[in-house]
T-cell receptor, first 112, second 113 residues
Framework: GENVEQHPSTLSVQEGDSAVIKCTYS??????FPWYKQELGKRPQLIID?????GEKKDQRIAVTLNKTAKHFSLHITETQPEDSAVYFC???????????FGKGTRLSVIA | DAGVIQSPRHEVTEMGQEVTLRCKPI?????LFWYRQTMMRGLELLIY????????DSGMPEDRFSAKMPNASFSTLKIQPSEPRDSAVYFC???????????FGDGTRLSIL
């Protein structure tokens, strides 16, 4: 089955700097890759997703890139703000009727 | 859209008691997932349903755990008897077939004393 590795487990950046979180997956058939943000005591919320027919997707300060050959995808947050501090989870799956497989999460701290 | 609704939000009970967690998925979603989240193990998929039918329950840790989905708008996760190591946050999520992503409920924070 699918296995998703996520790095780093913790990340601290200065406000205004960029943050990058990387994930690798094992199943080359996976074609849907969402990213979730979980604030302390809250539910995971989807912030961006990408499908395998796209190499990059942006939404304001957030972007995701996908390299299907290398089987890895990354989350990029630019101009970080204190409210970006949270745990971020990547996931992978075949879109359709298989469940998401989540990475272990990255705790991002943005220092003002 | 009300989102995925879980109840209760918090549950504190004594070891050995029965615990029932409830979930109402987003209307029209035909997949429902139950997850457990702990610091040590992260987000673990316990079981998921498609059109009210359990598809994969291999993540259910023990026979003490059971889940049902009697109709398209309601699911329960039951732990009987409960143990302190069951303490965790339990999330329910739903999605539409062929279309991701999953939408999570606010979770139930369960503490077994």
């Amino acid at each position: 089955g699918e296995n998703v590795e996520q790095h780093p487990s913790t990340l601290s950046v200065q406000e205004g700097d960029s943050a990058v979180i990387k994930c690798t997956y094992s199943d080359s058939a996976s074609n849907y890759f969402p990213w979730y943000k979980q604030e302390l005591g809250k539910r995971p919320q989807l912030i961006i997703d990408i499908r395998s027919n796209v190499g990059e997707k942006k939404d304001q300060r957030i972007a995701v890139t996908l390299n299907k050959t290398a089987k890895h995808f990354s989350l990029h947050i630019t101009e970080t703000q204190p409210e970006d501090s949270a745990v971020y989870f990547c996931a992978a799956t075949l879109s359709g009727n298989t469940p998401l497989v989540f990475g272990k999460g990255t705790r991002l701290s943005v220092i003002a | 859209d009300a989102g995925v609704i879980q109840s209760p939000r918090h549950e504190v009970t004594e070891m050995g008691q029965e615990v029932t967690l409830r979930c109402k998925p987003i209307s029209g979603h035909d997949y429902l997932f139950w997850y457990r989240q702990t610091m040590m193990r992260g987000l673990e998929l316990l079981i998921y349903f498609n059109n009210n039918v359990p598809i994969d329950d291999s993540g259910m840790p023990e026979d003490r755990f059971s889940a049902k989905m009697p109709n398209a708008s309601f699911s329960t996760l039951k732990i009987q008897p409960s143990e302190p190591r069951d303490s965790a946050v339990y999330f329910c999520a739903s999605s539409s077939q062929g279309v991701k992503p999953q939408h999570f409920g606010d979770g139930t924070r369960l503490s077994i004393l």
